[in-house]
């Protein structure tokens, strides 16, 4: 059973940080691009960043930018999401997503990932 369980999420007060964890099991991270997504109460799913299956190209939204940090580990089958400088508005749970796809560039649409974990809880308060 192919499988992502995320972990890493919890309170953090604004300017702190928070590292986020992937686990695949089930499969290899070999050639598959993970993303990850976030989903705030009464708003749509957005995704965050994503990394290639291929040399390692990020990509990450304009919110997030200088601030949070994607990374892989394709050996322990573990994906990363170092958050830092944390704002209130990052308060959503957050989304790990893959496919397979053997290329060198990543997009963050939704709809081109078909697995996904069960999310966790990030919230950003004092």
């Known amino acids: 059973q192919l499988q992502l369980v995320e972990s890493g999420g919890g309170l953090v007060q604004p300017g702190g940080s928070l590292r986020l964890s992937c686990a695949a099991s089930?499969?290899?991270?070999?050639?598959?691009?993970i993303g990850w997504f976030r989903q705030a109460p009464g708003k749509e799913r957005e995704g965050v960043s994503c990394?290639?299956?291929?040399?390692?190209?990020?990509n990450y939204a304009d919110s997030v930018k200088g601030r949070f940090t994607i990374s892989r580990d394709n050996g322990k089958k573990m994906v990363y999401l170092q958050m830092n400088s944390l704002k209130p508005e990052d308060t959503a749970v957050y989304y790990c997503?893959?496919?397979?796809?053997?290329?060198?560039?990543?997009?963050?649409?939704?709809?081109?990932?078909?697995?996904w974990g069960q999310g966790t809880q990030v919230t950003v308060s004092s």
């Open positions: 089930g499969f290899t991270l070999y050639n598959y691009v």
């Open positions: 997503a893959a496919f397979f796809g053997v290329q060198a560039m990543c997009v963050m649409r939704p709809g081109e990932y078909d697995l």
């Open positions: 990394i290639s299956s291929i040399g390692g190209s990020t």
